[in-house]
């Protein structure tokens, strides 16, 4: 699936997608393309595991408490996140 990232839409993390907490952030594993990544702070995990209890990626960074300052730093990376196959878009039921 190829669509535009949209911080105003509800994201999930991907049912294919496991993370791992550490120290610094988490490691994240993807069971279908067998790839490794980081999330490089906790910020960012609490991000990613929050999306599916909010209605856009905004409401999911402002529950993690990402300050206004980092949020660009933060819609680059999930958007990058969202590219990867890490997030995906929640389907309109």
Same mark, same amino acid.
């Given at each position: 699936?190829?669509?535009? #990232? &949209?911080? &105003?839409?509800?994201?999930?993390?991907?049912?294919?997608?496991? %993370?791992?907490?550490?120290? #610094?952030?988490?490691?994240?594993?993807? #069971?279908?393309?067998?790839?490794?990544?980081?999330?490089?702070?906790?910020?960012?995990?609490?991000?990613?595991?929050?999306?599916?209890?909010?209605?856009?990626?905004?409401?999911?960074?402002?529950?993690?408490?990402? &300050?206004?300052?980092?949020?660009?730093?933060? %819609?680059?990376?999930?958007?990058?996140?969202?590219?990867?196959?890490?997030?995906?878009?929640?389907? &309109?039921?």
């Amino acid at each position: 699936m190829t669509s535009e #990232f &949209d911080p &105003d839409r509800p994201y999930r993390r991907s049912p294919s997608v496991a %993370l791992r907490p550490e120290p #610094f952030g988490a490691l994240v594993y993807h #069971f279908g393309t067998r790839k490794l990544s980081f999330l490089k702070t906790p910020e960012l995990v609490e991000v990613v595991t929050g999306l599916e209890r909010h209605s856009s990626v905004h409401g999911a960074m402002e529950a993690a408490g990402v &300050d206004a300052a980092q949020r660009p730093a933060y %819609l680059k990376a999930l958007a990058g996140l969202a590219e990867a196959g890490t997030i995906e878009p929640v389907e &309109d039921a």
